[in-house]
Structure formats: structure tokens, C-alpha cells
């Protein structure tokens, strides 16, 4: 049975979709151009062209779909496209066609904390707002809802690594204060296929995080303690990040949301505890120190 993914060409949708390869299921990826799929050219996954904002697309490309996964998630730094239109209504398009479609399992990769943090952060409420159109649609569905990755610190969109690398500045979005269930994208994509696998994992909200709660400061001081960098630890307290928000809106819309999630983590403490049927069936999950050595000997 074809599985559609929906953000495959992104950091977690990539790590998905190796994952249910590897797993044996058949993927097709609904891609909007023709952009980083060299990756998934080479796991030999098949494709569809649409866009979560285009409802005709959706509907043609669920027609013989029995399995959606969905990990998109608009860019914080692109310029052209909003928020609320592909978090908040392009979410929703994707749930009426699946439901449209007599689609029989629906996997919604959502964050931690949505709904608390829903009225703090529109991204949070856009999908908190896709939960719960995606509860009252009467899809067979799993909602996973991740604690921060470790991959923020090793990849190119939050450019953390190159100002410890080149700068030896580790750079904190906040107070650095909060602590986060930092977890790889690695378990986050093998508890996708587990959601499609375990009859624990249906119409139910799972939290994935771990197995480290670390705060960016004892996060960093790790990355120190195996690389030797960085030198400085420099926290962007939570005012200036709020007027480095206002300052970008009129290039970045999107950033400023970035910067407010950021903010409401370090408030809250983004952490969890994973339910105990995911954490036995996970086994061995990858640690903050294993994810950092993988990050950092690449280079
Ligand atoms: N990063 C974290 O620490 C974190 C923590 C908790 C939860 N999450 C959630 O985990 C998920 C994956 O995050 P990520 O960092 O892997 O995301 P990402 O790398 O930014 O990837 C986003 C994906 O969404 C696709 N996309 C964007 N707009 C689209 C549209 N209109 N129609 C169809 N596809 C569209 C992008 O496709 P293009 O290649 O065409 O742009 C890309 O494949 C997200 O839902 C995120 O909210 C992330």
C-alpha cells in the first residue's frame, strides 16, 4: 500500500522516508518542484508534484492513497509564503482531501506542546488547529508531536554549527535557561514507522523527545567537551530576540514565529516524556553525544 509523504525533501521527511524504505513500505513523495529530491531519487522512492496551498493537487494525488504522512512545515526565512497558509490552511486542505479520499491512516508529525503554546506561537496554533480538525475528521489517525532535534544544531537553516565552527560562538536563541528533550531525527522518523505498525500508536497524540533534557547551555558545553569549540556561549535574551522579530518582519515574515517558539521554549521547558511502549520499542535511542559526534565528524 503506497504511502503518500508530504515534506520528504525536508531534515525530518528525509529521515522518514529512509525509514520506511527500509521498512519495506512503498513511498511516493509529494514534492512542489524538482528541488533537493536527490536524496530521495537515491532511496528509489516514487513522486507527485502539488503543494499543500493547492487543493486540486491534494485530491489527485490521494486518489489510489490509502496512507498519508505528513512532516512539511512552511520556511521560516522564505520570503513568499506564510505561516498561517501553509501551516494553517494548507494542513487543513490536506485533511478534507484525506478524508475526501477514504484515506485509512493519517500521520500527522505536529510538535511538542502545541497545544499549550497555541496562543503564544502561530505555529503552535496552526497545529494544534490541524490536530484537532484531524480528531474531528474521523480519519484513523496518529498525531506525533517532537521535543526539539538535535539536528538543529548540525544543519544549515538555524546556522548554529558554522558560528560554533568558524566563529567559536555558541549562539542561544533565549535565555538558554529551558530545558529541551533534545531528540534525532532518526527516532522521530522510526517512531513514524511504528505509528503505522502499533495499535498503541492509533487516534492518540505521541510525545517523542530524549533521551537527554538538556538546556542550550548544557548543551553546548557538551559540544565543547567533544570538539573543543565553542569558546564563547552567548545567550539572545529573550527581549532582544523579540526585537530582532519586529526588525526582520518586513524581509522575514515568517521569522518572527521563530523567534516567539524559541521564547516560549525557553519559558515552559520543551520537554516530555515518551510513552513507555515507544521508548521499549525505540530500544537504543540516539543519544544528544551520539548525534553531535555523528554531526560533527562530518567535517
Ligand atoms: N526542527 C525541530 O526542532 C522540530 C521540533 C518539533 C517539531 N518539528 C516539526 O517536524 C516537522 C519536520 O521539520 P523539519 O525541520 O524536517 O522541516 P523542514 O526541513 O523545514 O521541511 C519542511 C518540508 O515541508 C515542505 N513544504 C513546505 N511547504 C509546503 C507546501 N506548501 N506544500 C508541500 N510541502 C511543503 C518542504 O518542501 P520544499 O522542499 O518544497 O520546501 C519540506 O519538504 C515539521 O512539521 C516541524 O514543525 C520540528
Known sequence: MTILLIGGTGLLGGAVAAELVKNGEPVRALVRSGKHIEYLRTLGVEFDVGDLCDPRSLRRALADIRVVVTTAQSDPFDRNTRIDHIDGKGNQNLIAAASEAGVEHFVFVSALKADVGSGDVMLLACKHAAELALKASGLRYSIIRPASFQEIFGNDLVPLKQYVQQFGVGLIPGNGKGFHSFVSIH?????????????????????????????????????????????????????????????????????????????????????????????????????????????????
Open 187 to 299: 527516532d522521530v522518523a522510526r517512531t513514524v514507522v511504528l505509528a503505522l505498525q502499533r495499535s498503541e500508536a492509533i487516534n492518540t497524540v505521541i510525545d517523542v523527545g530524549g533521551p537527554d533534557d538538556l538546556t542550550y547551555r548544557e548543551a553546548y558545553t557538551r559540544i565543547m567537551q567533544m570538539t573543543g569549540q565553542p569558546r564563547l556561549i552567548l545567550p539572545l535574551h529573550s527581549r532582544l530576540l523579540a526585537v530582532g522579530g519586529t526588525l526582520s518582519t518586513p524581509v522575514f515574515p515568517n521569522l518572527r514565529d521563530l523567534l516567539d517558539l524559541f521564547a516560549f521554549c525557553d519559558r515552559v521547558n520543551y520537554t516530555c516524556v515518551s510513552p513507555t511502549w515507544l521508548i521499549d520499542a525505540l530500544g537504543r535511542r540516539r543519544s544528544f553525544d551520539d548525534g553531535i559526534r555523528e554531526m560533527y565528524s562530518r567535517c
